[in-house]
């Protein structure tokens, strides 16, 4: 982020407040950088550290900033995606109803519901392709219905039905999705090729989609997205229908967008695919937005219990007699050599649970046990991902 400003022409009371406040705003902006803040409002962050009153100073005396991220009218952090209070009828079926949520500069997070849980509705309303009948969205901090052309130029999006022309090139598909992104000249032909390197392609630029194999398309189909390097995606099920080898590519091929700089809302049925790529994870059933947090966040509120299993060298009742005296435990039984404990979640009781068994016997292994997203997406759903 860079700070730019220049002194008014007007005398000021104190130029030694004003140089004080540039240098204060100076350091705060490194601090924003390296915390991760880049997106964040200055008077926020000021009015947290308890100094609002020199906010109208510092506005007044005219040092005059170009922040190309930040809207200096809003007072509070800016996210790159915020969608508040959304709601989509279809005559008597409420597909969206009223769903919130934020996404911040540079996440991944993926949007996980079964079918008919309202998640195409509200990527559809974010892209502008459905109108909504209530509530906003803003993006990059511009409210989408009035600033929808702007927004779109720095919005790439892979749907899940490939969008690409089989009459045309590698190259060509690119050069007409480049286009109608502005690109023109040499700046449109190096980032064909940035494009179609990074999605293994550019060996295949002069050939047809149609000799493709699905795999290939899916890439393509991607290479076109990102071919004006846009901020913020939205992938759709980016890896429907292809192999193992190809599914693996566009998982590494998204965790790069991310480290270079994308933001990005990851739509998939794949549990596994959202568990190794995302940083947030929001769930949707029924139109409405049901969880929201990051996987550990997810697993965690499902249960006030922890699942304890040791491999032990050794293993005797006596010792389970011991562990079922704790506090706090529920449950202990011992199956050859492994011991199970069912306990409270405490971070005591795991240390005291350890400190049994390692008096016990030599300890192989001790886990502490967490459900799997699938079992959390069940139990809040109440039904799987792929129905």
Known sequence: MKIYYYWSEEKSESKYIELMLVLWAQAFFTFADAEGYDNCHLGFMLQLTGVRLRIVLFYKQQIRYCFPELNLRQGRCAMLVEVKNLVKRYQDVI????????????????LLGPNGAGKTTTVNAMVGLTKIDRGEIYIFGKKLKENEVEIKRDLGVVPQDIAIFEELTAYENLMYFGRLYGLRGTLLK?????????????????????????????????????????????????????????????????????????????????????EEVCTRIIIMDHGRVIAAGTKEELKEMMTSEERVTAELSSASYTLIEKLNKLAGVKESYVEGTKVTVISAKNSKNIRDIFGLVSESAEVISFNVEQPSLETVFLTLTGRSLRN
Not at 99 to 110: A, L, N, P
């Open 95 to 110: 597909a969206v109803d009223n769903v919130s949520f934020s996404i911040r500069k540079g996440e991944i997070v993926g």
């Open 190 to 274: 190096e980032r064909i090729e940035k494009a179609l390197e990074f999605t293994g392609l550019l060996e295949k630029k002069k050939q047809y989609p149609k000799k493709f194999s699905n795999g290939m398309k899916r890439r393509l189909n991607i290479a076109c997205a990102i071919v004006h390097q846009p901020s913020l995606m939205i992938m759709d099920e980016p890896t429907v229908g292809i192999d193992p080898q190809s599914r693996s590519y566009i998982l590494q091929a998204v965790k790069e967008l991310n480290r270079q700089g994308s933001t990005i809302i990851y739509i998939s049925h794949y549990m596994e695919e959202v």
